[in-house]
Every structure is written in structure tokens, then in C-alpha cells.
């Protein structure tokens, strides 16, 4: 099971030397937009800026749209709960389906879409570092009110960091245990219940060896939560930051008025 999400990959790009503080917020920015867009129109508008998105970075389109198979459930039980669950006019031969839930569906679908795919787009051009420092620049306000940001900082980044490896280690466990045949596939409901236990039980323990592994990889390299860390590389905005902010930024507006 491949999943690009949470991963890093290393370019030379102009995505990857953007500021990462100028690319956590024009991400938030257009999830936000893509929610709020509600025409076919601003959504094949929306569809192409992200597929230049990922022309500027330097990342293969195959990649991200391999990224997005594992997600593929999730856009088609969203869409399949607006097609029976919306009220309108009826579709012939399919009980409680209407012709508006179906055009929801496939709006929220793309939508949900169009948010991964900025989410991946985000974890594979901004190292974990980067990303770290970006988000104790946003919550450093909260620094006031005694909030430990650069735990909350740390913690967001190795959940981002942990996406890919859980997948890839339920996928390996997965294969070994057919190999072994155990079968996870017949049978009823309950049936299959009982048969993801030799799933979770070695999944759970290389979870928390691996968060093992990673306390003592901290504690060797000198991480103690509340001291102040210096970085050997500075961020700084330039000019090409500041026009990406202003000129994503007034397109995504546009789009929500459109």
C-alpha cells in the first residue's frame, strides 16, 4: 500500500524553497477554499492551480495520484452518504437516490480530494524540520499563556511522519499473516472481526517499539521539552514569498466569490 502522504521528497524546486510558514498557510488557506466553492466551474479552476501546484514543485503527478488510492473509500462512502442521504428529485430504478445528492457526492468527492492533495503536496516539498519550526512561528503567542508549543509542534510533525509507516507496516504484517494463512477475507462480519487480532496485536507492538526507538533516538541527540534550540539553517521570507502569498492568496478569494 503506497501512501505519499507524510512523506518528504527532496527537490529543487521553487515549492521547496518557499517559506514553509508562506505554504502551512496558503494550504490551510486553500482547504478552506475548496470547501467553499460550490460550482463546477471554481472547482475545474481549483482542479488546474493544484495540478500547476505540483508542475512548479517538481513532483511526478503518477506519485500523487498513486497517493490518493488509499483514500479511495473515503471519497466514495462521502459521496454515497449524499447520494441516499439528500433530498430531491428521485432516481429511477435506485430507492431513495436523488439527482442532487448525486451532484453533492461528486462535489464533496472532489473536495475531499482537493484537501489530501494539498495536505500531500505540503509533507513531500517541507522537511520535517522546517515544518516544525513553521508551526512554533504560529503558536508562538500561546508561548504567553504558558502553552508547551514546541511539544505540540513536535508531536504534530511525527503523527504527520508516523501516516506512511503505519500503512506500510499493517500492509507488511497483512502479507506475512496470509502467508502464514490466516484468512481475514471469508466469512461473516464477525468472522472478520476476530481475525484482525493477529493483525493488531503485532501492529500495536511495532507501534510502540518503533515510539521506543524514537524516545531514545531524542534523548541520545540532546531533545529536552522547555529548552530553546538553536537551527544552523534561518528562514527567511523574500520577495518571491511574499508575491506567492498575495497572488495565491487573492486567486483563492476570487474562486470563493465566483
Not at 38 to 65: N, P, Q, W
Not at 183 to 199: F, H, N
Not at 225 to 231: A, D, E, L, V
Request: charged share 15%.
Amino acid at each position: 500500500m503506497k501512501v505519499t502522504l507524510g512523506q518528504y521528497l527532496p527537490l529543487d524546486s521553487p515549492v521547496h524553497a518557499a517559506d514553509p510558514r508562506v505554504k502551512i498557510f496558503l494550504m490551510a488557506l486553500g482547504i478552506g477554499t475548496a470547501f467553499q466553492i460550490d460550482t463546477y466551474y471554481g472547482l475545474g479552476i481549483f482542479s488546474l492551480s493544484c495540478i500547476l501546484l505540483a508542475v512548479f514543485s517538481k513532483v511526478h503527478l503518477r506519485r500523487l495520484v498513486a497517493g490518493l488510492s488509499p483514500f479511495i473509500w473515503l471519497f466514495l462512502f462521502t459521496a454515497l452518504l449524499h447520494v441516499f442521504m439528500t433530498p430531491g428529485d428521485a432516481i429511477s430504478r435506485l430507492p431513495y437516490a436523488t439527482w442532487q445528492g448525486l451532484e453533492s457526492g461528486i462535489r464533496v468527492g472532489c473536495q475531499l480530494i482537493f484537501a489530501i492533495w494539498l495536505s500531500t503536496l505540503m509533507t513531500l516539498t517541507t522537511s520535517p524540520l522546517d515544518m516544525v519550526w513553521a508551526l512554533e512561528w504560529y503558536m508562538t503567542p500561546l508561548k504567553y499563556i504558558r502553552v508547551p508549543i514546541d511539544e505540540i509542534a513536535l508531536l504534530v510533525m511525527l503523527a504527520i511522519r508516523f501516516i506512511p509507516l503505519l500503512f506500510e507496516e499493517t500492509d507488511r504484517i497483512i502479507k506475512a499473516q496470509k502467508a502464514r494463512g490466516v484468512d481475514i477475507e471469508s466469512g461473516g462480519m464477525i468472522r472478520k472481526v476476530k481475525a484482525l487480532i493477529p493483525i493488531l496485536v503485532p501492529l500495536l507492538y511495532s507501534v510502540f517499539r518503533r515510539a521506543d526507538d524514537l524516545a531514545i533516538a531524542l534523548t541520545l541527540r540532546g531533545y529536552s521539552p522547555g529548552i530553546k534550540r538553536t537551527r544552523m539553517k534561518q528562514m527567511k521570507a523574500v520577495f518571491s514569498d511574499y508575491a506567492a502569498l498575495v497572488g495565491v492568496s487573492a486567486l483563492l478569494v476570487g474562486l470563493i466569490w465566483l
